[in-house]
């Protein structure tokens, strides 16, 4: 009876034991062949986020504003001549190494910002106000 526990938990194990190599931690995530690279990412996170902003002030419906979205987001793509695919194993593969997309935002906040400022210009003259601290305080 002993060696057909042994036999039953052999069999039950030794399959685990040779598929647990086969696993992969996220950290280390073969980079993909087709990976958009950074400033490309960031371009196109800028203008991903900018239509965001345009479809949800549009006051369409949730449904609406939605087949909008997907639709712009096709064109989009098509502009920067990447797929939907590649793109989003692009930004999978950045997310699991973090300083990379970290890197990435700060060209997408920058590009945000002077889109921003050329559109606005009276209000980029205007010195930045702490959006995170407590409004100063006035006597």
Known sequence: MKSFCRCCLGLVLAPLLLALPACQ???EAPKPLDLVPREKMAQMLADLHQLEAQVES???SPDSSRALFLAQQKNL?????VTDSAFQRSYRYYGIHNKDLNEI???VIDT???REARLNPAKANQPA???WGPPPKTN
């Open 77 to 81: 793509y098509w502009k920067h001549e």
């Open 25 to 27: 931690r996220p950290e």
């Open 105 to 107: 935002y700060v060209g």
């Open 58 to 60: 549009s006051r369409l």
């Open 129 to 131: 106000a702490d959006q």
């Open 112 to 114: 945000l910002t002077h």
